[in-house]
């Protein structure tokens, strides 16, 4: 099939992003982020909707411009349905479903998750952007975002698609969701994940230990981890005989450095026993990783650690298609759309779903 060009959008959360694939190769890839949440800690679901309807369009108009495509060269809408924050993915969805009914062209929903997975498949036409070696399947892929930890194996069905199966997953918070409430801990901004990251490069990851859950399976859990940084620096604090982080932080020389990089040794520490008990009980060789956490230095370092260690074949996402992003949302429907797999106009977004 030639010439197909998709106009994809993305807005299940806090950034608003459409990107334009022609063939398989992606020619644009704008997001235009929501600083209106820092000041709140965390994601506001009614501001961020209204944000979505104020950048949607120009967002959309600057993919398409920057890909030197006009609106009646476009052979379908590709779109995030869920999962996501409702309010969100509404304006995405109408805004795609609008546009399509007018240039008379079908819609392809994708799920969000599956986009994280298939970021590792986008051929970057953009010169900003090097594309890396894709993965074979089967592969594994660690999803690691704000909302959702788990391990996922994807193997081919025979179609462009491929299928995806839950492997193991959190039973309560996702590695994100640790980072950034650990972060809001330390008085840190929202999200916190990029600021741990940075301040553990001049910290001691030993300093600290916090407790690790040891579930059975490929399961995580990141619940308790939370709660073993708070009383560690609640146990500091009456030691000290401050109330404050920032007191605290004046008695104890490299504090916030010291707990960024223990809190971001054990995440990662949990994540990756997980992922190569999977990689060696299935006898997988290909790992992967995606979604926002995928971005943490640390992370990356591991996963080539392990690579060499355990003989991987080791894909990591380039930064700009870790976070939130179109890019990955056309490649899942450039995928589906070689499938013939198209939406009605009725469907609707759904919050909560699974990978497959
Ligand atoms: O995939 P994503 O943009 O949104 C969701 O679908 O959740 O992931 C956002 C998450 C946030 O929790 C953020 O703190 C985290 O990814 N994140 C990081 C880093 N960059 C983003 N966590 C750790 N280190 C980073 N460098």
Not at 177 to 199: M, N, Q, R, S, T
Not at 221 to 237: A, Q, V
Not at 240 to 247: F, L, M, S
Not at 262 to 288: C, E, G, P, W, Y
Request: aromatic residues 8%; hydrophobic residues 40%.
């Amino acid at each position: 099939m030639e010439n197909v060009v998709l106009l994809a959008i993305e807005s299940s959360c806090d950034d608003t992003s459409a990107a334009v694939i022609r063939d398989g190769v992606l020619l644009s890839n704008v997001t235009a982020s929501q600083s209106v949440h820092e000041e709140f800690g965390g994601v506001v679901p009614e501001l961020a909707s209204r944000a979505h309807q104020l950048n949607i369009l120009p967002v959309v108009d600057t993919a398409l411009k920057r890909a030197g495509v006009q609106k009646c060269e476009l052979s379908a809408i590709a779109f995030t349905r869920g999962p996501g924050l409702l309010g969100s993915l509404l304006v995405g969805t109408s805004f795609a479903k609008g546009l399509a009914l007018s240039l008379g062209i079908p819609l392809v929903e994708v799920n969000h998750l599956q986009g994280h997975v298939l970021a590792h498949f986008v051929v970057s036409g953009l010169p900003s952007v090097v594309s890396g070696p894709q993965p074979k399947y089967p592969f594994l892929c660690l999803l690691v975002s704000g909302g959702n930890s788990q391990i996922v194996k994807v193997h081919s069905n025979g179609k462009h698609l491929p299928q995806m199966e839950i492997i193991g997953q959190t039973i309560d918070d996702a590695a994100g969701e640790a980072f950034d409430k650990c972060a809001k801990v330390l008085g840190l901004p929202y999200p916190g994940g990029p600021w741990i990251d940075k301040l553990a490069k001049q910290g001691n990851a030993k300093a600290y230990t916090f407790a690790e859950p040891h579930l059975p399976g490929y399961d995580y859990s990141f619940s308790g981890l939370k709660t073993s940084f708070l009383y560690t620096i609640r146990d500091l604090m009456r030691e000290h005989g401050v109330d404050t982080i920032e007191a605290l932080s004046e008695r104890i020389p490299n504090l916030k450095e010291d707990l960024c990089a223990s809190l971001q040794f054990t995440i990662i520490d949990t994540l990756m026993r997980k992922l190569k008990k999977a990689a060696q009980d299935l006898h997988i060789n290909q790992v992967a990783i995606a979604g926002g956490v995928s971005a943490n230095s640390g992370l990356r370092t591991a996963m080539e650690d392990y690579g060499k260690r355990y003989k991987w074949n080791v894909f990591i996402p380039p930064f700009s298609f870790t976070t939130d992003n179109a890019a990955m949302i056309a490649q899942a429907g450039y995928f589906k759309y070689l499938d013939g797999d198209f939406c009605a106009i009725d469907e609707v977004p759904y919050a909560k779903t699974r990978i497959a």
